[in-house]
């Protein structure tokens, strides 16, 4: 480890340091005075070392070095949050310490364990079938231009338009439980379905459509062997982006009317009771659901389109 | 398959069939839909009744399961030309409502996209510290916090123009920084480098360079915000029974079990979604042809 590197450890422990000291003299009633000033002092020096460790941390580079500056990043917001709420006496109300949702996450585990599964159930049915159906219409679409010139306008329109509105015509039609949910995480990722489908379709160069014409290869052939592989990108894309539609649709249609659990029910009932901090729980929690779907559909992506220019570097 | 565009004329066909076939089917599926209904209610008068009544009368039921779109354009053409335009009775209002938190929360969004972009661009810290968390928070469902910002802010005594405004800017700025970065970085080397000769400061490499070739990212970003800002603003007013806005007629729909009032409050939000979108493209083709864009 050569000097520079010495000298930027060892400035992220005087930090560590400094922030455990600060964080333990704001607690209980906090300092008076003179104490406080200087305790707010030391904090705005804290804050200009962070900034020279963050600059010194951003030139790393690597898989894991590069890590190194969002990380501390992350844990620095997450420090000055906890600080800021602490030593301001910011009321529960209206913005909890991170440890008080950490602490709610703790003592509710139970009742959100049982949401968590009502809402991932709901999300997971919603989305397979809305992202199956956007697939197939689109590979109709492509075969019958006709339904591709009237659809591609229509489904693009459905971009700007409010879909998670459907909602409450779902829950009447569907009830109360995970079915109507599913329906409109279906309805809402169909569209980028099927329209990235069709770009993906549409994407191929002409020379190697030409080349599949040579081979003599017939529609189905060109489809499996040319135009679906060079789709994958752009399918992946769709799945990605409806993951998080998905989840967030299932959420909004919770607001809507719900068995005595989900995720979404849990956040509108704690809010009106102004439990803050287990509402907070409970988005932290979907938060985390949310990322790893995410990164669970950019691993299969990654391990399905290696190929893919993007990932050859 | 061309990969070319089909153009506009040729368009317009294949979407008009499309559309007379997806309203065929609704009409169809109104009938299915609510034919239980009114064969109770048929059978229970102990009225004798054949296909042409059960379908007239599934087309024109006051709570259908599934009203027809003739129902549905009929409400609204009642409700946005038949009322006061002040009057909780009056679509225009709630339209109205929800549009000035929208347009609101659009363009706070705007700006802190726009800034944090700056930020990120010139700021190596920024770059490697935050911009990573603002691309991981894009797969977070942020708009689960909507219910709770409006409650913790209303009950601050901020009017639900600020709260719901607060939720659109949330889910705005995150396309746009995202966007912006991408379009602040788009210049390439050569022209940064031709900048330096001329010893153009920071500052007016920013505006003379970065900012004229980051306008298309911008507008990229835009359309999709100011959408998600409608959302943003019609999931605010879901909450704590709000009086007025698309929102909250959706939710007295629901209520009430009034389809018709929900499906026309749909319409509505549809109209202002496509009718946003489009403003936000004219105004780009405006601002293209100002930059002197080939038109």
């Not at chain 2, 038949?82 to 009775?89: F, K, T």
């Not at chain 2, 959408?227 to 009086?243: D, R």
Request: aromatic content about 10%.
């Amino acid at each position: 480890m050569n000097r520079r590197n010495a000298m930027t450890a060892l400035a992220v422990l005087v930090l560590a340091v400094i922030a455990d000291a600060l964080l333990s003299r704001v607690q209980g009633d906090g300092p008076k005075g003179a104490e406080a000033a200087a305790v707010w002092w030391l904090l705005a020096g804290w804050v200009l070392l962070l900034w020279f460790v963050l600059g010194r941390l951003a030139q790393l580079r690597g898989r894991v070095l590069g890590l190194l500056a969002p990380a501390l990043f992350g844990l620095a917001m997450l420090y000055l949050w906890e600080i800021a709420v602490v030593g301001w006496d910011v009321p529960r109300v209206l913005l909890p310490a991170p440890h008080a949702v950490g602490e709610a996450l703790a003592a509710r585990w139970g009742a959100l364990r049982a949401d968590f599964r009502q809402t991932a159930v709901s999300v997971v049915a919603g989305y397979c079938a809305g992202c199956g159906a956007g697939f197939g219409v689109a590979l109709l679409a492509d075969r019958y231009r006709l339904l591709q010139r009237g659809l591609l306008p229509l489904a693009g329109m459905a971009g700007a338009v409010p879909i998670v509105g459907i909602a409450p015509i779902m829950v009447m039609w569907f009830g109360f439980d995970w079915q109507s949910k599913a329906a409109v995480a279906a309805i809402v990722t169909f569209f980028p379905m099927l329209v990235n489908t069709l770009a993906g379709l549409a994407s191929v160069d002409a020379m190697h459509r030409d080349l599949m014409r040579t081979y003599g290869a017939g529609h189905l052939a060109t489809l499996l062997k040319l135009r679906l592989p060079s789709a994958l990108p752009f399918v992946f894309n769709a799945l990605k982006i409806n993951s998080t539609l998905a989840l967030i649709s299932a959420i909004v249609a919770e607001f809507f009317g719900s068995p005595i659990y989900g995720l979404g029910f849990r956040i509108s009932a704690e809010v009106a009771r102004m439990n803050v901090d287990v509402v907070w729980a409970a988005i932290a929690l979907a938060a985390l659901a949310g990322s790893v779907f995410y990164g669970l559909i950019a691993l299969v992506e990654r391990a399905m389109t290696f190929w893919h220019a993007s990932y050859r570097s | 398959m061309r990969t070319e565009k089909p153009s506009w004329a040729q368009s317009v066909g294949p979407v008009a069939l499309v559309a007379a076939v997806l309203i065929v089917v609704w009409y169809a599926a109104a009938v299915w839909l609510n034919a239980p209904q009114v064969i109770e209610r048929f059978d229970g008068i102990g009225n004798p009744w054949g296909a042409r009544e059960l379908v007239d009368a599934t087309w024109s039921m006051e709570r259908p399961v599934l009203p027809a779109p003739h129902q549905i354009v009929a409400d609204w053409w009642a409700s946005v030309f038949g009322a006061d335009l002040d009057s909780p009775r009056s679509l225009v209002y709630h339209a109205g409502v929800t549009l000035s938190s929208t347009i609101l929360g659009f363009a706070l969004g705007l700006a802190l996209g726009v800034l944090i972009a700056i930020g990120v661009v010139h700021s190596r810290v920024l770059d490697r510290g935050l911009l990573p968390w603002i691309i991981a928070s894009q797969t977070i469902p942020i708009l689960a916090i909507a219910p709770m910002v409006v409650v913790v802010l209303g009950s601050l005594g901020y009017p639900p123009l600020v709260s719901k405004a607060v939720i659109s800017m949330y889910l705005c700025f995150f396309p746009v920084a995202v966007g912006m970065v991408k379009g602040l970085r788009s210049p390439e080397v050569l022209q940064l480098d031709l900048m330096r000769t001329w010893s153009a400061t920071p500052a007016q490499r920013l505006v003379k360079l970065r900012l004229p070739a980051a306008v298309p990212f911008l507008f990229a970003s835009a359309r999709i915000a100011i959408a998600t800002s409608l959302i943003g603003a019609i999931v605010g007013e879901l909450p704590t029974g709000a009086q007025a806005g698309l929102g909250a007629r959706l939710l007295s729909g629901s209520y009430f079990g009034q389809t018709i009032q929900i499906w026309s409050a749909l319409l509505m939000a549809s109209l202002l979604g496509v009718l946003l979108v489009a403003a936000v493209g004219a105004v780009e083709r405006l601002v293209a042809r100002w930059m002197g864009a080939a038109a």
